[in-house]
């Protein structure tokens, strides 16, 4: 079923009796030619792009879960394409490209809204440095403008100028940034990828990988045995605990990422903004509530929820930027688990084992990475070679100390990221 403006008003008019299931529900088959290990949203999205551009049908997704319930349904949401270094930056020019024609490309809402993002900076080195990553951005072909202090006063006129710590200098502002609707991601990728044939498979976690000779054969769920005879390990939080069942170590540290979000109110953050000098970043979503968050935990963690420290901490930066938000009540606040990378870039590649291929640290980042990071994967699965826009984030950057890709330039340490 395709949803278009003729199906809303013929359902409307029929009791929106005739709506289909957007996926189905099968049992799992005894083998496929490739298995994706984990149905979050970049496991879908791999999924979609291995059936929709490379034709690739006989292929499962596992999810220990059901689909969409990990990071990909808890995340802030934000899309924007401001990355610097080269590697991050054509990379992720490439999946802003992909967002813009994603709601044609799967025929379903996910409410992209290019709303624009202002990075605020609040003294002289962070204007320099904001200015050369602009001039990046630019030369990347995305967008950027350099704002001064009346310029952001004139696009956020809400913020705390006058009686502040730390005064606004100014504002990058990428206009082509904004949201989308986290679960409708996960939902239009479930959804065009059954479609053409793709096994969804929930409840179902992996337990172990098998190799033969070196090579994958299959991996062990708690739903049985599949052999396959590729497979993809895109798992986020979980990526160290998957390798470990293959046999081997990943670069990654799993941290707690918290977010939060208020009552619903009127419109009034028409952007998203994130704040200089304290660990904070905000957004309003469709329905209201004042989406924000912070900074990580700071320590190694696979829970999914947060600790109260680190709820003061950023509902003090949220205050001192904008007073405004001291009136809005709280409504509720979760974790989820980053797999954090030595210089905070993922990792995209083969692994020493034939037929077995990591899809993994994408820090707090990696939902504006979502089509990309399906499509680029399914490049290499479908392949055997990387995409030009992922073909730098090797794993053996990280032994062989050529190539780092430290865009938050903090060093190599994972919770400095
Ligand atoms: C609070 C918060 C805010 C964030 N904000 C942003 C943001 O604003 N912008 C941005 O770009 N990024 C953001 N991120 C990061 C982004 O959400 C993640 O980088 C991205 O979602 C990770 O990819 P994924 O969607 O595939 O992960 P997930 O949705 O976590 O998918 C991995 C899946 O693997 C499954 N799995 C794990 N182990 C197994 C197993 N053994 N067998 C089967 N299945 C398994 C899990 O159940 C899960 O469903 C944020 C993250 C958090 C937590």
Redesign the pocket.
């Known amino acids: 079923m395709r949803f278009n403006g003729f199906q809303i008003i013929k359902q409307g008019l029929t009791g929106n009796r005739g709506w289909q299931v957007h996926w189905r529900d099968p049992a799992p088959k005894d083998e496929y030619d490739i298995i994706v ?9 791999t999924a979609h792009y291995l059936s929709s551009v490379h034709g690739l049908t006989n292929v499962a997704v ?19 394409a401001n990355y610097m270094l080269p590697g991050n930056s054509e990379f992720y020019s490439h999946s802003l490209k992909l967002w813009e024609g994603l709601e044609e490309d799967l025929n379903y809402n996910v409410m992209h809204s290019q709303r624009g993002i202002i990075n605020l900076f609040h003294n002289d080195g962070q204007r320099d440095a904001f200015a050369r990553r602009g001039n990046a951005m630019v030369n990347q072909g995305d967008d950027a403008i350099l704002l001064d202090t009346a310029g952001v006063r004139e696009v956020l006129p809400y913020l705390n100028y006058d009686q502040t710590r730390f005064p606004i200098y100014g504002g990058l502002y990428h206009k082509r940034g904004g ?1 989308a609707r ?1 679960d409708a991601v ?1 939902w239009g990728f479930a959804r065009a990828a059954s479609g053409r044939g793709v096994d969804l498979i929930q409840n ?4 172990g990988v098998d190799i033969e000779a070196g090579k994958v054969a299959g ?1 062990q ?1 708690t739903r049985g045995a599949i052999k396959a005879k590729k497979i993809g390990m ?6 160290s ?2 390798a470990e ?1 293959a046999g081997f170590r990943l670069p990654i540290e799993s941290h ?4 939060f979000v208020t009552e619903g109110l009127k419109p009034c953050i028409d952007h ?1 903004i994130t704040y200089g000098m304290g660990h904070f ?1 905000i957004s309003q979503s469709d329905k209201g509530g004042l989406v924000f ?1 912070g900074d990580l935990d700071m320590y190694s963690s696979y829970a ?1 929820r947060g600790n109260l420290p680190l709820v003061e901490h950023v509902a003090e930066a949220a205050v001192t930027l904008m007073p405004m938000i001291s009136k809005a009540k709280m409504l509720r606040s ?6 954090m990378t030595p210089d905070g870039s993922f990792i995209m590649d083969k692994t020493h084992i034939e037929g077995l291929y990591v ?1 993994c640290g ?9 089509p990309a ?1 399906g499509h680029c994967f399914a490049h290499l699965m479908a392949t055997d070679t990387p995409h030009p826009a992922a073909e730098k984030h090797r794993l053996d950057r990280f032994v062989t100390g050529r190539h780092i890709m430290d865009e938050e330039t903090t060093g190599a340490q994972h919770n400095l990221h």
């Open positions: 290990i984990g149905g979050g949203g970049h496991g879908l999205a596992l999810e220990k879960g059901y689909l969409g319930g990990g990071n990909v349904g808890r995340n802030t949401t934000i899309v924007r949201t986290h996960a179902c976690e992996v337990t991996v769920t895109v798992v986020a939080g979980r990526s605990q998957l069942m707690v990422l918290q977010a998203v970043y968050g999914s979760w974790g989820g688990i980053m797999d899809n994408w820090c707090y980042g990696g939902f504006k990475a979502t990071s």
